[in-house]
Antibody, heavy 121, light 110 residues
Framework: EVQLLESGGGLVQPGGSLRVSCAAS????????MTWVRQAPGKGLEWVST????????YYADSVKGRFTISRDNSKHTLYLHMNSLRAEDTAVYYC??????????????WGQGTTVTVSS | QAVVTQEPSLTVSPGGTVTLTCGSS?????????PYWFQQKPGQAPRTLIY???NKHSWTPARFSGSLFGGKAALTLSGAQPEDEAEYYC??????????FGGGTKLTVL
């Protein structure tokens, strides 16, 4: 069974940094691209970033480009999102999701339960 | 950046049929946008229902189906059940990994 478990969320001050993680199991982690999606309180879903299976290619939404860095450690089956220069508008539940096809970098099939990031003084 | 539009809310009667749509500000939605549909219930993570326009996962109830219609992606629910009350989001791919979610449709079964 494919499982994704996020961790690392919490309260951080504006301008601060935080790293959230996503531990994966139940599939060949290195073969699949992985994605982060966020959801602000009471709002819809927003794509944040995607990384290829080999970690050779990364993609970012304009809203986080230059501030967030996606990475992965295939030996640990773990996906990361390093968030710098955090703003109030980054407050959201952050979901990791597995891309559904080994050959693709878009789309998701399995989602984690999410981790909450709150940016506030 | 493209804007993906969905009906803000829809209501369907139990046992009834409803179609949710997903449009693009850039023009007609095609199979090349690889439309996805997700269901999200309050307090839960999203769940993927449909991928690449009309393909279902093993966990997708048979009463859900996806298609293209009138220049939009469509999600049809035939035989609505109370447990189908949820928020539904579509997703379109515009260039590889650069994807955009729709604003969501709140579906009420009443």
């Amino acid at each position: 069974e494919v499982q994704l478990l996020e961790s690392g969320g919490g309260l951080v001050q504006p301008g601060g940094s935080l790293r959230v993680s996503c531990a994966a199991s139940g599939f060949t982690f290195s073969s699949y691209a992985m994605t982060w999606v966020r959801q602000a309180p009471g709002k819809g879903l927003e794509w944040v970033s995607t990384i290829s299976g080999s970690a050779g290619t990364t993609y970012y939404a304009d809203s986080v480009k230059g501030r967030f860095t996606i990475s992965r450690d295939n030996s640990k089956h773990t996906l990361y999102l390093h968030m710098n220069s955090l703003r109030a508008e980054d407050t959201a539940v952050y979901y990791c999701a597995k891309v559904d096809d080994e050959a693709d970098v878009y789309g998701m099939d399995v989602w984690g339960q999410g981790t909450t990031v709150t940016v506030s003084s | 950046q493209a804007v993906v539009t969905q009906e803000p809310s829809l209501t369907v009667s139990p046992g009834g049929t409803v179609t949710l749509t997903c449009g693009s500000s850039t023009g007609a939605v095609t199979s090349g946008h690889y439309p996805y549909w997700f269901q999200q219930k309050p307090g839960q993570a999203p769940r993927t229902l449909i991928y690449d326009t009309s393909n279902k996962h093993s966990w997708t109830p048979a009463r859900f189906s996806g298609s293209l219609f009138g220049g939009k992606a469509a999600l049809t629910l035939s035989g609505a059940q109370p447990e189908d009350e949820a928020e539904y989001y579509c997703l379109l791919s515009y260039s590889g990994a650069y994807v955009v979610f729709g604003g969501g449709t709140k579906l009420t079964v009443l």
